[in-house]
């Protein structure tokens, strides 16, 4: 069982960046892969981010790909993602995410585990 709290949303201007944290309690961090989504009213959840047990290995859509940066350090048992260049689009209600799949790469969006979200709010 792992669970997972969200901390770093707010309030920024577009341009501005910010930076979320998603901190695990658990045994073996290191063998889930991580995932950060967002869902926006009225919009269906968007995976935005995610990355293996190592942090070797992720993956970004279009839509955020070269402004957004997903890292994690398993000795903090803790996952972050760093936004940069941010606009009115990206305001959402931010999750982490986290599935048991040990060593290998997951590309799905099946996660088991969630976080209670962080509100992120983009203005121009």
């Given amino acids: 069982q792992v669970q ?3 901390s770093g949303g ?3 201007q577009a ?3 910010l930076r979320l944290s998603c901190a695990a309690s ?6 889930y892969v991580l995932a950060w989504f967002r869902q926006a009213p009225g919009k269906e959840r968007e995976l935005v981010a995610n990355i293996n047990w190592n942090g070797g290995r992720a993956a ?3 839509s955020v790909k070269g402004r957004f940066t997903i890292s ?4 903090k048992n803790t996952v972050f993602l760093q936004m940069n260049s941010l606009t009115p689009e990206d305001t959402a209600v931010y999750y982490c995410a986290a599935k048991y799949y040990g060593l290998t790469w997951y590309g799905g969006e099946d996660y088991d585990y969630w976080g209670q979200g962080t509100q992120v709010t983009v203005s121009s």
């Fill in 15 to 17: 341009g501005g960046s």
């Fill in 60 to 62: 970004y859509p279009d």
């Fill in 26 to 31: 658990g045994p073996t961090f290191s063998s």
């Fill in 72 to 75: 994690r350090d398993n000795a």
């Fill in 4 to 6: 997972l709290v969200e």
């Fill in 10 to 12: 707010g309030s920024v």
